[in-house]
Structures are given as structure tokens and as C-alpha cells.
């Protein structure tokens, strides 16, 4: 599991209330990223930070901000949660050695917005 | 716009049969093509990395290939426990942190 852990891994909420969701690693990586799972949809990227207080917008990243202030821990939140981001969101970490490329995936948090 | 197209969408095959899963992908400057295993309820995990045309990687009963418009995942004498959603992603460019990832294959093997 590459050393991520993501909490909680299951939540279930209301429309409207703002909703954190952490993502914790426990070796230094530089890079994280999150990512949101839907049927018909794959994984598509939300944001990403290259190191603290440094980050950036993926493709849906509509609704979503994140902060990092600490290297270990990449925080996603949902200022006003809405139906359609009921989904599985996934953190993933690059490592700077080994496959550079390569991006290892948390377990994921299921989230459910009524 | 960068697109990664898997197919099929599902396959099922007993036991020992042998097959292959297909990622085609249309990118300007592919830096990495990536191949995760997926099963319900987890994260995907990593199985290889493929850079240019004509590489090959093996891991046990599979192997991944690359040409320069797809990507192949080819599974030898497949066992139950091979049983999973197969996803292929793409990086283009340099600097580019983005992956850009097929919508997978649900692969599952009959005993």
C-alpha cells in the first residue's frame, strides 16, 4: 500500500456540508495526488501538490480544494458537498526513486453524498 | 484531448485459457504507459511501466507490451485469483504530472 493511509475510508453525508478527506504517507514522497473513481468514468485526477503549499488543478477539480502543510499529508475538501460527488476518491504518491513515473494508490474512501 | 480506450469492457475465461486485454491511447509525446490491477473495494496497484514502442515487462502469468498506438496485457494459463479489474493509464509530455486512465477491464477467470 505504499505506506498511505486515507480517512475515514467510508462516509456518508448531506448535501451541503463541507467534507474533509486526508491522506496521510508515512515516507517523505514529494508528489501526491487525488483522484475520483466513478462507474463509466475511471479515475480522473482532481488536484495534485509537488511539495508543501504547493499544488495544482486536475481535469475535475470543480468543487474541490486541497491544502498540504506538512509534507506527510495531503487534505481534500468539499466546501459544500453536493450529489454528484458521491464517489470513491483515491490518494496516490510518486516516488522520486525507482520508476519516476510510477504513482502508488491508498485504499480509497468511499464517500456518499444524500 | 488525450484518450485512453480499453477493451473489452468485460471478459470471463476458465481456468488456463489464455488471453489478452487491449489499451489503446492517442497522445502527443507519451512519457510512461501504465498497467494497475484492481480489486473491488481497494486501490489500484501498480504492475508495470512502459515507455517506448517494442518494450516488453513480465510478471508471473503476465506480460505487457507497447507499440506505438497500444499497449497489450497478455495473461498465460490465467488462474481464479488473476480475477480482477485491469486499468491502463497514460502520462504525456514533459512535466506533465497528469495520468490519464482507461475506464478497465473487469477480467474474471472461472475455475
Known amino acids: 500500500d505504499a505506506g498511505i493511509t486515507q480517512s475515514p475510508r467510508h462516509k456518508v453525508t448531506e448535501t451541503g456540508t463541507p467534507v474533509t478527506l486526508r491522506c496521510h504517507q508515512t515516507e517523505n514522497h514529494r508528489y501526491m495526488y487525488w483522484y475520483r473513481q466513478d462507474p463509466g468514468h475511471g479515475l480522473r485526477l482532481i488536484h495534485y501538490?509537488?511539495?508543501?503549499?504547493?499544488?495544482d488543478k486536475g481535469e475535475v477539480s470543480d468543487g474541490y480544494s486541497v491544502s498540504r502543510s506538512k509534507t506527510e499529508d495531503f487534505l481534500l475538501t468539499l466546501e459544500s458537498a453536493t450529489s454528484s460527488q458521491t464517489s470513491v476518491y483515491f490518494c496516490?504518491?510518486?516516488?522520486?526513486?525507482?520508476?519516476?513515473?510510477?504513482?502508488?494508490f491508498g485504499p480509497g474512501t468511499r464517500l456518499t453524498v444524500l | 484531448e488525450d484518450q485512453v480506450t480499453q477493451s473489452p469492457e468485460a471478459l470471463r475465461l476458465q481456468e488456463g485459457e489464455s488471453s489478452s486485454l487491449n489499451c489503446s491511447y492517442t497522445?502527443?509525446?507519451?512519457?510512461?504507459l501504465f498497467w494497475y490491477r484492481q480489486d473491488p473495494g481497494k486501490g489500484p496497484e501498480f504492475l508495470f511501466t512502459?515507455?517506448?514502442a517494442g518494450e516488453e515487462k513480465e510478471k508471473e502469468r503476465l506480460k505487457a507490451t507497447l507499440t506505438k498506438k497500444e499497449s497489450f496485457l497478455h495473461i498465460t494459463a490465467p488462474k481464479p485469483e488473476d480475477s480482477a479489474t485491469y486499468l491502463c493509464?497514460?502520462?504525456?509530455?514533459?512535466?506533465?504530472?497528469?495520468?490519464?486512465f482507461g475506464q478497465g477491464t473487469r477480467l474474471t477467470i472461472n475455475p
Open positions: 501538490s509537488y511539495g508543501v503549499k504547493d499544488t
Open positions: 496516490a504518491i510518486r516516488p522520486a526513486a525507482g520508476p519516476t513515473d510510477t504513482q502508488y
Open positions: 493509464a497514460v502520462r504525456e509530455g514533459e512535466g506533465a504530472q497528469k495520468l490519464v
Open positions: 512502459l515507455y517506448s
Open positions: 497522445v502527443s509525446g507519451l512519457r510512461g
